[in-house]
């Protein structure tokens, strides 16, 4: 049977609840009722042949509270002239949040209006899209005022989020609301005071002129002679090679005379990474390359990058020749991923799109990894590769370097 039942109907009234139709009317002070409801009955044949049935589907509509019954007439041959329903209304909203258990909510969202038209009236047009999202934030609303308001005060501050004084409000409240402030300020802010190249949550401090935590950079010497901050021969009986981490713009200040840079995603790699005469090593970013891009005189090496031979590790080579002009790949060819075939492993998602940077004889290992034609989801971490075959391959490219003519001046 499916005839409309009095809990049909009620659930019909939670829906519009849950497309937030119920609260959306009280933001733009419109009247929305009454609210017609699908009401499917029997048919006529079903009234004839099923009339017990019938009366007892009238019946537990007539008991039903908050919903009203229109009628039309029906007559049967036997039991003669009859009223069956013909359409259910919802004529009142208080009617319909009684009938569902929200009155309660109802009331807090009034408040959140009342609230918002004082403070934020720009914000009502949000308040009447996201009326449950309001909801969820109610316990929060006055504090997200606060900071819009504060923002209005202080467009683009200049500060970190940590120095934002607000009573009530910290660092972490901000960034564990970032989705809704953003939308918020877009809103409210003028458009001056947003950098709109700067988007998703990971941007909100550019977007809004909030300082960010500096990037930082780090890297070794591969050559005792070149010296950063000290000389290390003076300062140790056996040289090492300091490990450092600066800043991006303390690092692109640096003036050093370096020939040679490597990128490497390990980091053991990185810290066992052969000396090199006038060279430097980087430990790499994965897919974040933005703050090394900065540097100008990076720009003018000729960069040496070193990752994992499956999918990624071409992509991530793939970007980087985005943001570089001369970069080229160390041991991800594949003899070096041939020679190593019990250590291979698997990559967890691998990566199907093209990668027009690519040479030649990358290409063809990249394309027979996404096809899977040597193995299923083949990988060969970087960290996996003998290190005597590391210092072969280091040792026939110091020599191809040398040979090759310097990098002019960009």
Known sequence: M????????RAQVRRLWERGELLSGLVRDQETFPRRLVLKGPTSSEMAGRFDEVR????????MPYCRIEWREFTHRVFGANTVPREAWVDHLDDALRWIGK???AARFRGLIEVTRSRQPDLLEWLGRRPLRALELAGDW?????IVAWLQAHPRPGIYLR??????VHSKFIEAHRGVLSEWLDRTLPPESIDSASTGASRFNARYGFRDKPARIRFRMLDADLQVFFDVRETMREPCLPDITLDADSFAALSLPVQRVFITENEINFLAFPRVPAGMVIFGAGYGWDALARVVWLQRQRLQYWGDIDTHGFAILDQLRNRFRYVDSLLMDRATLL???GHWGREAE????????LTAAERSLY???????LRESLRLEQERIGFRWVEAALRQRLTELSASPPVADA
């Not at 499916?2 to 109907?9: A, V």
């Not at 006055?142 to 606060?146: A, P």
């Open 2 to 9: 499916n005839w409309t039942r009095p809990e049909d109907l």
């Open 56 to 63: 007892a589907w009238i019946a537990a509509l007539r008991q």
């Open 103 to 105: 009155q309660r909510e």
């Open 142 to 146: 006055e504090r997200l005022l606060d």
């Open 163 to 168: 120095q934002v004084d607000i009573p009530g």
């Open 339 to 341: 020679a190593h075939q």
């Open 350 to 357: 691998p990566v199907h799109h093209d990668l027009p940077r």
């Open 367 to 373: 394309d027979d990894l996404r096809g899977h034609r």
